[in-house]
């Protein structure tokens, strides 16, 4: 059974920093792109940040220079540093992962969510 492991929410004030973590585990043989994906109350999840199994970044408008993503193949694990944090970033983030289980094929995982909560 494939499953994401976040942590490494909290509540900051603004202007601090929080690192998150997504671990990987189970039967896992392969993983292709890995994101973050955040929601505030009201509103719908969206994408914060993706990073495929090369490397190559994408990330949402408001968090360009604040935010930035990055993977550990060895660990099945990815990060997503966050600085100059903001009320708008108050949300649950999601990790999610496309993901080659022993038997399961390609599918799509989400991690629990972890809560982001920045105080102004």
């Known amino acids: 059974q494939v499953q994401l492991v976040e942590s490494g929410g909290g509540l900051v004030q603004a202007g601090e920093s929080l690192r998150l973590s997504c671990a990987a585990s189970g039967s896992i043989l392969g993983i292709r792109g890995m994101g973050w994906y955040r929601q505030a109350p009201g509103k719908e999840r969206e994408l914060v940040a993706s990073?495929?199994?090369?490397?190559?970044?994408n990330y949402a408008d408001s968090v360009k220079g604040r935010f930035t993503i990055s993977r550990d193949n060895a660990k099945d694990t990815v990060y997503l540093q966050m600085i100059v944090l903001e009320p708008e970033d108050t949300a649950v983030y999601y990790c999610n992962a496309d993901i080659l289980g022993l038997g399961a094929g390609w599918k799509d995982y989400w991690g629990q969510g972890t809560q982001v909560t920045v105080s102004s």
């Open positions: 990073i495929t199994a090369g490397g190559s970044t």
